[in-house]
């Protein structure tokens, strides 16, 4: 299992959260984190620090550890590592304008747990750039579910829509921010998955995750989507969560 924490002015943002995610995929692939929750949390901020990483990101990952290659769980020290990678931030408003491609759902139903065994996933990915697009967005009996490595967003008559995370959709730190961000501004919010027509439809389309933030939709199936342009709920939200991170490097300084 993995996560991929963002950085921000030098400090991990939302790493509780992300940590909490890590622990509850561990436990849904019966492994247990080999340290507690503070002391990790210390060593990734170290890290940060002696790295003198500004804006970036940390990669997370724990596995079963060294031992033959067997099916049967190994009765090995599991391996926690993680490392930092410098990254740009995201474009402030709206982020960046992308184009989706619907592939199949061929992924299994738990996809809540946050399992580097990605294979449909890249798969999926790489169907969606060699046909010129930028993510590709996994369709299941005629509703949406997430995208390859984001979660998907639909704005219909000024309500927010996403699927709920579970099964079929992980739920993304950055997703939950954003839930949390639009019911603080009063805006009306519906956990379901949104019918493919009923998405491509919508006023707004937009995708989250930690190291886009949100981007806006404005193409899907080489057809004009979200209205082909970044929507104003978007761009609050977006400055709405920006904000949050602003006053997140300003506390923690
Ligand atoms: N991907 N759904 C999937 C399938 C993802 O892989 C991701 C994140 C998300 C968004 O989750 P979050 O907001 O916690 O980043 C949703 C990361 C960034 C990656 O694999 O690189």
């Not at 290659?69 to 926690?80: E, I, S, Y």
């Not at 592939?103 to 999926?124: F, G, T, Y």
């Not at 490595?149 to 829509?161: C, D, P, Q, Y």
């Amino acid at each position: 299992v993995y996560e991929v924490i963002r950085v921000y002015g030098g400090r991990a943002f939302l790493l509780p959260e992300h940590l909490d995610r890590l622990a509850r995929s561990a436990g849904g692939i019966r492994l247990e984190v080999p340290m507690e929750t503070g002391p990790l949390a210390s060593a990734v901020e170290d890290l940060i620090a002696r790295g003198r990483l500004d804006c970036g990101m940390v990669y997370l990952q724990l596995t079963r550890g060294r031992a033959p290659r067997n099916h049967v769980f190994p009765r090995a020290r599991p391996t926690l590592l993680f490392y930092l990678r410098e990254l740009p931030p995201p474009p402030p408003t709206g982020g960046e304008a992308v184009r989706l491609l619907s592939v199949a759902d061929e992924r299994w139903r738990n996809c809540w747990i946050k399992s580097i065994a990605l294979l449909p996933n890249v798969l999926a990915k790489n169907r969606a750039v060699e046909a010129g697009c930028d993510e590709a967005v996994f369709i299941e009996e005629g509703r949406v579910s997430e995208c390859s490595a984001s979660n998907f967003f639909a704005v219909a008559k000024g309500t927010l829509i996403t699927a709920p995370a579970g099964e079929k959709v992980l739920g993304g730190i950055t997703r939950a921010a954003i839930l949390e961000e639009a019911r603080r501004l009063g805006v009306k919010v519906e956990e379901r998955s949104p019918g493919e027509a009923e998405a491509r439809a919508a006023d707004e389309l937009f995708i989250a995750s930690t190291t886009r933030e949100i981007s806006h939709v404005v193409g899907w199936d080489g057809k004009p989507a979200g209205g082909g342009r970044c929507g104003p709920l978007t761009r609050r939200l977006h400055k709405s969560l920006r904000r949050r991170i602003e006053s997140a490097q300003a506390r923690r300084r």
